[in-house]
């Protein structure tokens, strides 16, 4: 079984080297803090640190910020004596295998199961087998130059709808003085229904094509930043949705 350095100390370095010890993959661990409990050795100088968890791996994960990587590498140029590999979902770094798991990751550590079901996408000239044999995760491979449009839909997927529930959230409390919370039965079911069934899982007016009530949120909405939200999703919604192929180019629902 391959060896492991782990090169980092924040979420990501964490929730890898938890996921490697339920599957009994032998790594090593750094981290810049030399008081850091993530370090495996603590008794020397970074570098010297860094040397040590190198000495027998046979590859070297590189789980750092972006903009760290390259000062990373830098200032560490021995780092390129084993193969190296990095988890950014946009960057391309010539000689450092880019692999991105496609997840989020909190504080906490997640069940086993979580992390057997992260697919890691990787690019086109690295295979994820030789990468990572003992791990059973699904895998994907990208061309380089479409790593920014896939970092950008990832953003997206993982912020948005956030920033967008969490404006809701403040007007209910604010406005109606409700809950904070008071959102997360209905979020929890919309989640559910769009991972069961993303095709069907929308509801709600923009489906219907009621045009009448569609107009009368837009209004409620004057002078709110969430009414720029609504029309931008509203036209996503009409540019993108599916077309009954019986209906002339209609949009579903659409009279005749």
């Known amino acids: 079984m391959l060896n492991y350095a782990i090169v980092g100390g924040g979420r990501l370095a964490r929730h890898f080297s938890y996921y490697f010890q339920l599957l009994d993959i032998p790594h090593k661990c750094w981290a810049r803090d030399p008081d850091s409990s993530f370090n495996t050795f603590r008794t020397a100088g970074a570098e010297t640190r860094l040397r040590q968890v190198m000495e027998d791996a046979d590859r070297v994960l590189l789980l750092v910020s972006d903009h760290a990587i390259t000062a990373l590498l830098k200032q560490y140029p021995f780092l390129h004596e084993k193969p190296l590999i990095h988890c950014s979902g946009s960057l391309s770094i010539p000689g450092v295998a880019g692999v991105h798991p496609l997840m989020t990751f909190a504080d906490s550590m997640y069940e086993p199961d979580v992390y057997r079901s992260i697919p890691f996408v990787h690019e086109t000239g690295y295979e994820f087998d030789e990468l990572f044999p003992a791990l059973p ?80 949120n837009i209004d409620a909405l004057e002078g709110d930043p969430l009414r720029e939200i609504y029309t931008a999703f509203l036209r996503f919604h009409q540019g993108t949705a599916n077309r009954d192929p019986d209906s002339g180019g209609r949009m579903i629902g659409e009279a005749s």
């Open 137 to 216: 995760n699904p895998h994907f491979p990208i061309n380089v130059e479409e790593k920014a449009r896939y970092h950008a839909m990832c953003v997206m997927a993982g912020n948005f709808a956030q920033l967008m529930w969490k404006g809701i959230s403040e007007s209910f409390e604010n406005r109606f003085e409700w809950p904070a919370d008071i959102l997360k039965p209905y979020l929890r079911q919309v989640a559910e229904n769009f991972v069961q069934d993303p095709k069907s899982s929308l509801t709600g007016p923009l489906v219907r094509n009621d045009h009448l009530t569609i107009e009368r």
